[in-house]
Structure formats: C-alpha cells, structure tokens
C-alpha cells in the first residue's frame, strides 16, 4: 500500500488477555519503529527493528511486551497479560534508511487499545 | 539527557490569523536532528520538517517557516494565514541519531 498500515484500528479487551497489533511499513523501507501515545502525551518510543534485526527494546514497558519482524517487512507487537495501563494508542512508522535513527518517520494511523 | 518541551498546551485562533508553535529542547551532544509533526484527528502523525544541528538557516515552505535558534535551544514554527484544516496537534521531537524523543504537543485549534 501508499503508506504505513495498522490493524486493527480498534482493539478492546479484557484485563488478562493477550492481544496482537499488526503493522505493514510502506513497501522497501528498511526502518520500523513502535511507539506508545498516551491520552494528551507525545508518543513515547517502544522499539526499533533494521529489517528482521531488533535493534532497540529499551522503552518496552515490561516483559510482557513482546515484538517480532521475522521476514523484515510486516511487525506484530504482543503484549501478553494485558493491564489497564496498557490502554492507549499504539503507533508504528516506518523509514526509508537504515543508516540512523535520524530519518524522517512515515506513521501509521494507530491502534486505539482499551482494556477492561 | 533529551527533553523537548512544548510549553503551549492548547491555542485557538480566528482563521487568517498567524500562529506561533514555540519548541524548547535539551542535548548535551552538538550532533542532532530536530522534527516537526503534524498529528490530525485521524491520527497519522505527519511529517513536517527536519533540520540538523549544523543548519540553523530558517525554512519557509508556502504558508510554514521555522526558526531555529542554538542560542536559546529553540525550534519554533509559525503558520502564516492559519486555516481550518491546520487544526491538528503539532509536535516537536529531537534526535542524537537515538530514538524520537517527543514533546508532549500543541493542539491548535483554527476557528472560521
């Protein structure tokens, strides 16, 4: 497709589950980044994937955060044992580079995560 | 550490009117990389400008200029003629070749 892509827009779910956010970068970049948007908050940097390699996990909350890209294009991001302060909206961008982290990013519209 | 600080919570202006988005930031490295994204309701965050830190000449592109300043650690970004479809939440992020580090934005909201 012409741009970043999330699925589901929506997701609601029960305190304990586990749930799975998909994103598809655009087409040849290298570059894929999650992020965690608060209510009224900037986004907040998750993790960094150069291709199929995790590059950066530092801003995983916890260990139930888990991140996976294994053919270097489409990423899911789980987070097992969902908490209520896991609700928010959960970004992903892409970029063209793989050079720095320094590159223009090219987001998604996001998932809006609401737990129970 | 990096920190960006938008310290305009919430504008509101009359359309026509120019606005400016004022942006603060902390580094210790003389290397980095300034941003400025667009966030509308649909949520998509923009990409609007990046300048490094060795350029500190201002950019204008049709209705958007910004004016960087090292002496006083600023990014700032004024719309000229505001419109409507400017109602967005704007931020501002910085990186030293690490990971966006974002302000927590500015809504503005242009009123017809």
């Known amino acids: 497709g012409a741009g970043v892509s999330q699925s589901p827009r929506y997701k609601v779910a029960k305190r304990g589950q586990d749930v799975a956010l998909r994103c598809d970068p655009i087409?040849?970049?290298?570059?894929l980044f999650w992020y965690q948007q608060a209510l009224g908050q900037g986004p907040e940097f998750l993790t960094y994937?150069?291709?199929?390699?995790?590059?950066?996990k530092s801003g995983l909350p916890s260990d139930r955060f888990f991140a996976e890209r294994p053919e270097g294009s489409v990423s899911t991001l789980k987070i097992q044992r969902t908490q209520q302060e896991d609700s928010a909206v959960y970004l992903c961008?892409?970029?063209?580079?793989?050079?720095?982290?320094?590159?223009?990013?090219?987001f998604g519209d996001g998932t809006r995560l609401s737990i129970l | 550490a990096q920190k960006v600080t938008q310290a305009q919570t919430e504008i509101s202006v009359v359309e026509k009117e120019d606005v400016t988005l004022d942006c603060v930031y902390e580094t210790r490295d003389t290397t980095y990389y300034l941003f400025w994204y667009k966030q509308p309701p649909s949520g998509e965050l923009v990409f609007l400008i990046r300048?490094?830190?060795?350029?500190?000449q201002n950019e204008i592109s049709g209705r958007y200029s910004w004016n960087f300043q090292k002496s006083t650690s600023s990014f700032n970004f004024t719309i000229t003629a505001s419109q409507v479809v400017d109602s967005a939440v704007y931020f501002c992020?910085?990186?030293?070749?690490?990971?966006?580090?974002f302000g927590k934005g500015t809504r503005l909201s242009v009123i017809a």
């Open positions: 994937f150069q291709n199929e390699a995790q590059l950066d």
């Open positions: 300048r490094n830190s060795f350029d500190e």
């Open positions: 961008a892409s970029s063209l580079g793989g050079g720095g982290l320094n590159q223009p990013q090219h």
């Open positions: 087409s040849g970049h290298v570059s």
């Open positions: 992020a910085l990186s030293e070749d690490t990971p966006l580090v």
